[in-house]
C-alpha cells in the first residue's frame, strides 16, 4: 500500500541550479511517474516560487518547489528494488564506457529512455535500482526516441549531471546522428532551420514545422546535414548534427526536407520501404563527445550500428568508413 504525503514546499540547492524540472522531481520522487508530473503541472499542483511552471523549466538555486501530496510515493520504509541479473547483464553488454563519474550505453532500438503511459521497462527503471540514495543514483542527463539507437549518457550522481546539464544547455556537446533517407537532399550539405511546434494527429503526438501566429509556442530547432553516399536516387546514407536538442528534431527535420528517414511510422510523407528493408526505424546516434565534469579531457565515444542499420548498409552497400570520423573510445 503506497503511502499519501502531504504537501511541501522544498528549496532548490546550490547544486541544482539549471537543472530541469521533471529532473529535479526524478532526482527527490524517483517513482513518481512523468505522465503524473506532467498531469501536476498541468493542474497547477506544482509551483515554482509561487508560479506555474512547465516540465522544460530550468530552476535556479534557492527557488522554492511546492510538491502537491503525491498518492505515487511509496512508504518510507519501502524496500529499495533490486536490480535483477538479467539486468545487470544486459547494462554490461551495452556499456560502451564508464568510469567514476559516467556511464555510457549504447541503447538499442525500441528500449524507451523514461516512462510514460504503458511504458513499464525502460533505462531509467534500471536506474532507479542502482546508487545508494538520491545524491548517488545515476540519471540522464538527456533523451533519445524510444526508436533511435545509438549513445545514451548517463551522470552516476547529482552533481556530475548538473554539471553535464550545464554543458548540453551551453551547446558544448558534440552530437552526430547517421541516418539512411529516402531520396537524395539536395544540396548534398546543408542547414535546416525550421521553428517546431508538437501538435496531435491520428498517429499520436508529432512536431512540424511552427506556422504565422505560432511563434508564441513553437522551438527554434537546427540541423546541419551532409549525404556522405547515395544509392542512385533511390536512398542516402546522411550524417546529421543537431545544433539544438528538440524531441523529434531530426526525424522532421528530415521530412520537412523532403526526405524522411527509413522505417519513420511517424514521419514518412507517405513513402513505402525498400524491399528487403527492416521497418524500423534507421536513425543512430553514432558518436557523442563533450569536456569530461571533472574538467580533465574530453569524453568522446562511438556506438556500432544496431543490426537492422548494419544489414541496410550491406544491402545498399554503403560503407561507414565514408563517413571520415575517427571513432573515439573515452576520454
Request: glycine letters at 8%; aromatic letters at 4%.
Given at each position: 500500500?503506497?503511502?499519501?504525503?502531504?504537501?511541501?514546499?522544498?528549496?532548490?540547492?546550490?547544486?541544482?541550479?539549471?537543472?530541469?524540472?521533471?529532473?529535479w522531481?526524478?532526482?527527490?520522487?524517483?517513482?513518481?511517474?512523468?505522465?503524473?508530473?506532467?498531469?501536476?503541472?498541468?493542474?497547477?499542483?506544482?509551483?515554482?516560487?509561487?508560479?506555474?511552471?512547465?516540465?522544460?523549466?530550468?530552476?535556479?538555486?534557492?527557488?522554492?518547489?511546492?510538491?502537491?501530496?503525491?498518492?505515487?510515493?511509496?512508504?518510507?520504509?519501502?524496500?529499495?528494488?533490486?536490480?535483477?541479473?538479467?539486468?545487470?547483464?544486459?547494462?554490461?553488454?551495452?556499456t560502451?564506457?564508464?568510469d567514476?563519474?559516467?556511464?555510457?550505453?549504447?541503447?538499442?532500438?525500441?528500449?524507451?529512455?523514461?516512462?510514460?503511459?504503458?511504458?513499464?521497462?525502460?533505462?531509467?527503471?534500471?536506474?532507479?535500482?542502482?546508487?545508494?540514495?538520491?545524491?548517488?543514483?545515476?540519471?540522464?542527463?538527456?533523451?533519445?526516441?524510444?526508436?533511435?539507437?545509438?549513445?545514451?549518457?548517463?551522470?552516476?550522481r547529482?552533481?556530475?549531471?548538473?554539471?553535464?546539464?550545464?554543458?548540453?544547455?551551453?551547446?558544448?556537446?558534440?552530437?552526430?546522428?547517421?541516418?539512411?533517407?529516402t531520396?537524395?537532399?539536395?544540396?548534398?550539405?546543408?542547414?535546416?532551420e525550421?521553428?517546431?511546434?508538437?501538435?496531435?494527429?491520428?498517429?499520436?503526438?508529432?512536431?512540424?514545422?511552427?506556422r504565422?501566429?505560432?511563434?508564441?509556442?513553437?522551438?527554434?530547432?537546427?540541423?546541419?546535414?551532409?549525404?556522405?553516399?547515395?544509392?542512385?536516387?533511390?536512398?542516402?546514407?546522411?550524417?546529421?548534427?543537431?545544433?539544438?536538442?528538440?524531441?523529434?528534431?531530426?526525424?522532421?527535420?528530415?521530412?520537412?526536407?523532403?526526405?524522411?528517414?527509413?522505417?519513420?511510422?511517424?514521419?514518412?510523407?507517405?513513402?513505402?520501404?525498400?524491399?528487403?528493408?527492416?521497418?524500423?526505424?534507421?536513425?543512430?546516434?553514432?558518436?557523442?563527445?563533450?569536456?569530461?565534469?571533472?574538467?580533465?579531457?574530453?569524453?568522446?565515444?562511438?556506438?556500432?550500428?544496431?543490426?537492422?542499420?548494419?544489414?541496410?548498409?550491406?544491402?545498399?552497400?554503403?560503407?561507414?568508413?565514408?563517413?571520415?570520423?575517427?571513432?573515439?573510445?573515452?576520454?
Open positions: 500500500m503506497t503511502q499519501k504525503s502531504p504537501v511541501e514546499t522544498r528549496h532548490v540547492g546550490a547544486d541544482e541550479d539549471g537543472l530541469r524540472l521533471d529532473r522531481f526524478k532526482t527527490h520522487y524517483a517513482t513518481l511517474p512523468h505522465s503524473r508530473l506532467e498531469k501536476l503541472l498541468r493542474t497547477g499542483q506544482v509551483r515554482v516560487d509561487g508560479g506555474r511552471a512547465k516540465a522544460s523549466t530550468r530552476l535556479k538555486a534557492g527557488q522554492s518547489v511546492r510538491v502537491p501530496p503525491l498518492p505515487d510515493a511509496p512508504p518510507p520504509s519501502a524496500p529499495k528494488r533490486a536490480l535483477s541479473k538479467a539486468n545487470r547483464d544486459f547494462l554490461a553488454a551495452v560502451l564506457y564508464e567514476d563519474d559516467l556511464l555510457v550505453l549504447n541503447k538499442p532500438s525500441g528500449l524507451a529512455v523514461q516512462g510514460g503511459t504503458k511504458t513499464v521497462q525502460h533505462i531509467d527503471r534500471l536506474l532507479e535500482a542502482m546508487g545508494d540514495g538520491p545524491e548517488t543514483r545515476p540519471r540522464l542527463v538527456h533523451r533519445l526516441d524510444r526508436d533511435t539507437s545509438g549513445v545514451l549518457v548517463i551522470a552516476k547529482r552533481s556530475v549531471a548538473t554539471k553535464l546539464g550545464r554543458a548540453f544547455q551551453t551547446r558544448s556537446v558534440r552530437k552526430i546522428y547517421w541516418a539512411l533517407v531520396g537524395v537532399p539536395k544540396p548534398p550539405q546543408g542547414k535546416v525550421a521553428a517546431l511546434v508538437k501538435a496531435a494527429g491520428p498517429e499520436g503526438d508529432r512536431v512540424r514545422k511552427a504565422p501566429g505560432e511563434q508564441d509556442r513553437a522551438q527554434s530547432a537546427v540541423t546541419h546535414y551532409a549525404v556522405v553516399d547515395r544509392a542512385g536516387q533511390a536512398v542516402s546514407f546522411v550524417s546529421l548534427k543537431p545544433v539544438t536538442g528538440r524531441q523529434h528534431q531530426l526525424r522532421a527535420h528530415m521530412d520537412i526536407l523532403g526526405h524522411p528517414i527509413l522505417g519513420d511510422e511517424k514521419y514518412k510523407r507517405g513513402h513505402s520501404l525498400p524491399e528487403n528493408v527492416q521497418n524500423k526505424l534507421h536513425l543512430h546516434a553514432r558518436r557523442i563527445s563533450f569536456p569530461h565534469p571533472s574538467g580533465e579531457g574530453v569524453v568522446d565515444v562511438t556506438a556500432p550500428l544496431p543490426e537492422h542499420m548494419r544489414q541496410s548498409f550491406a544491402l545498399f552497400g554503403f560503407d561507414e568508413r565514408l563517413s571520415g570520423e575517427q571513432s573515439g573510445s573515452g576520454p
